[in-house]
């Protein structure tokens, strides 16, 4: 069984430290099933291939076994697939081969060993019960994009029709220890038939290789289930403590932290100034159909409302707590009917695709991209731009040239705490035009409040119109 890790880029050729592999040698590794064997196919200055073979032995496997296990006797066990597939066993293999790697550590290449970089990960055959579309609802959500082919049970037979087997290919920009722990959990997951006994220290494996990623993954209880073998008491450990890991309170935070920056910002009222700007270039676009995703309490819903020219006005925050807020703001029990029926409120996520999003004439998406981590910002281009689609976007985040203008900020970098990046003009230009040029829009940027000479406005607009 055969495992690939491509990295194409200028520093393609620090690879080798990355994953405490020199290309230059084979390195092998015993396991109990039988050994696993790290080479280079390819070493150079621009792309770097390393592969992880595993070489099961399934004699030496079931070598003294006396009964079935549940699995169709010892003849079971030697006629399978597990030589030729991903399994958990491919995900111990890895465990094992790139232990050091998995930790994030690289005392030579530290830094590149924070970076999410170009990755690219081949698995030749991997078992998939649940198909294609479970495929892609597991890795999309992390930022891959996913190619699969579908082999069949025997080329020589095609009207045996197809195998549970797929080629698959996981391209993403993502950190090498990421993507080792994504494969490390989600082969055996796919695979759904884990090789060992599964106890409560499968718990506490699955919490630590989860981290950071697990917790808000709109698939976490599948995960968890299959992970732990559908055994119900430790999948309910699993999942209630990843909701819990999952931020004791985090909108209590959230509304502190927003409060902070409209008391920075008011003096300005950059907030009204936002939502009209951003209002207006959605009349202008001629939309009727509009989404304001990561929408908050409602601000610009209630602008939007006031607009008989737009016949649907949908909000989606990852707050529960904001959209009850959103409510209020509203007075949704308020309105007559042919107004409640203008609008609807839901909850969702921008880095998972989502069908409820698809159709609509435009969206505005008002400072909500600086509160995403970086590894999840092409999540969250592909969710809007390349799935949801819509003929206009208006986007705004805050201009960081401007906070020196800000003395409310008290030496602060940032305007609100929650926010992961704030750009300069230069930086959100690059960033937009790139993301028009891969998905197809044209892209023209607007300034939103009193424009200083040298740090320009406090906030950023990009407005994008789909191409024909």
């Known amino acids: 069984m055969l495992l690939t890790i491509q990295y194409t880029g200028p520093e393609a050729a620090e690879l080798g430290f990355l994953l405490h592999k020199n290309p230059d040698r084979l390195h092998s590794v015993t396991l ?7 080479f280079y196919p390819e070493s150079g200055a621009q792309r770097c291939t390393a592969a992880l073979l595993l070489d099961i032995d399934p004699v030496g496997l079931v070598r003294g076994r006396k009964g079935s ?44 060993a924070e970076k999410p970089l170009p990755l690219k990960a081949a698995l030749s055959v991997l078992p998939c019960r649940g198909g294609e579309d479970l495929l892609r609802r597991l890795f999309i959500p992390l930022g891959y994009t996913v190619a699969t082919s579908r082999l069949p049970l025997d080329e020589h ?17 993502v950190r090498i220890r990421d993507l080792l722990t994504h494969l490390y959990v989600l082969i055996p997951v796919l695979d759904d038939r884990k090789h060992y006994w599964v106890g ?36 309910s450990e699993a999942v209630a403590r990843l909701v819990e890991e999952d931020s004791p309170d985090p909108d209590g935070a959230e509304e502190i932290y927003s409060s902070e920056e409209t008391a920075i910002e008011e003096h300005i009222h950059l907030d009204v100034l936002r939502m009209e700007a951003v209002a207006a270039e959605l009349k202008n676009s001629g939309a009727r159909r509009i989404l304001d995703l990561g929408c908050g309490e409602g601000k610009l819903l209630r602008r939007l409302l ?9 909000g989606m925050d990852v707050s529960h707590r904001a959209l009850e807020k959103a409510k209020e703001r509203l007075r949704l029990e308020r309105l007559s009917p042919a107004q409640r029926e203008r609008i609807k409120l839901f ?25 995403l981590d970086p590894g999840r910002l092409s999540a969250f281009e592909r969710v809007l731009f390349e799935s949801a689609r819509p003929g206009t976007v208006v986007l705004t985040m805050p201009n960081v040239e401007y906070n020196v203008k800000f003395p409310k900020l008290c030496g602060e ?4 705490r929650d926010h992961r990046f704030e750009w300069t003009r230069q930086e959100f230009k690059t960033w937009a035009e790139g993301v028009a040029e891969r998905f197809g829009y044209a892209v023209r940027f607007l300034p939103v409040g009193p424009e200083d000479p040298l740090a320009g406005p406090p906030t950023q607009m990009g407005v994008f119109t789909r191409g024909t």
């Open 32 to 38: 109990p099933f039988g050994r696993a064997h790290v």
């Open 69 to 112: 296990e549940g699995e169709g006797g010892l003849l079971d066990q030697y006629v399978n697939d597990r030589p030729y597939v991903a399994s958990s066993f491919m995900s111990v293999a890895v465990a094992r081969a790139f232990n050091t790697a998995m930790s994030g550590k690289c005392k030579e290449r530290q830094e590149l």
């Open 157 to 173: 037979f095609p009207e045996w029709g197809d195998s549970p087997y797929y080629a698959v290919e996981l391209e993403g920009k």
């Open 200 to 235: 409560d220290d499968e718990v506490e494996k699955l919490l630590r290789r989860g981290e950071g990623w697990l917790e808000a993954h709109p698939e976490r209880e599948l995960i968890a289930g299959r992970y732990l073998k559908h055994l119900r008491s430790l999948t």
């Open 306 to 314: 006031e607009d008989r020219s737009f016949t649907e006005i949908v």
């Open 347 to 371: 909850q969702g996520s921008l880095i998972y695709r989502d069908r409820r999003l698809f159709g609509y004439d435009a969206a505005a998406v008002v400072e909500v991209v600086e509160h």
């Open 413 to 416: 970098r940032f305007r609100h």
